[in-house]
């Protein structure tokens, strides 16, 4: 499955242990670059919300 006809991907504040049980998707490499990037064949953009929000300080 290939992903790349999108504008730009944004990933969120929260975690999905199932991929990575460390870091948040916002600031997961294994979120972005082996799934998103390297798994799914992504190659635009990725952004996210605002990282002073609270939860990547927590």
């Not at 992903?3 to 490499?29: C, G, H, R, W």
């Not at 294994?30 to 390297?38: V, Y």
Request: without cysteine; charged residues 25%.
């Amino acid at each position: 499955m290939l992903i790349n006809n999108n504008l730009f991907i944004m990933v969120t504040q929260i975690k999905y242990p199932a991929y990575d049980k460390e870091n948040l998707a916002s600031i997961s490499p294994i979120i972005i670059q082996d799934l998103l990037r390297k798994k799914l064949g992504y190659k635009g953009l990725v952004v996210t919300e605002d990282l002073e929000k609270g939860a990547v300080s927590k």
